[in-house]
């Protein structure tokens, strides 16, 4: 069984009043199938915990660990730790101009693998996990992203978790930007993924209303840099219900 762990996770950016301590003592493990929601208000450092996870320059770690599966996921470059089963669903998917969707997709998988997927068998699958998204065939010959709208954006990112079948996906706040249909779509597209993986999922928002769809099993409730409380799905419902404003009371 995979087993995705984070011990005391201390991490910094630079800025331009200088260093910024974000994570301050971040522990947590996820176990392969887990669900794990990870919530809290803005500004609490969620988003530096996916982009530690996935590798971005732009975050130092002062200390702590990350692993997977007992190796040192700090030490991979961002391409090892890909193929190692670590996949980041962004926030704010970047466009990538002159480079077509298909092309993309066969050469993340043949990056991920070693080795190129058979082209018609690929071209198949492709196209059943877009129309399972509800993706037009048109995508494939789009550039990357590139005009494309939020929620198509999403279902693209959730296109690439589907085909290269990562062990654990973190997506940070895939929720963001979806109208009610589309959400339905992209929680569908991560609930097939786990359910046929056996996916580990590090799930980032600030609201409750993707966890109608994708259920957790663990809730974290993130504030300054720490985890504040953990729990159960109860957890989220009273989120719903009170808010984050207790949890900042007792920062003050």
Known sequence: MSTLKISDLRVSIETDQGTKHILKGVDLTIEEGEIHAVMGPNGSGKSTLAYTIAGHPRYKVEGGSITLDGEDVLAMSVDARARAGLFLAMQYPVEIPGVTVSNFLRTAKTAIDGEAPAIRGWGATVKDSMKKLRMDSSFASRNVNEGFSGGEKKRHEILQ???L???FAVLDETDSGLDVDALKIVSEGVNRAHETTGLGILLITHYTRILRYIHPDFVHVFVDGRVAEEGGPELAERL?????????VEQV
Do not use: C, I, Q
Not at 240 to 247: I, L
């Open 161 to 163: 978790l589907e085909l």
């Open 165 to 167: 079948k990562p062990k």
């Open 240 to 248: 719903e219900n009170e808010g984050y404003d207790r949890y900042l």
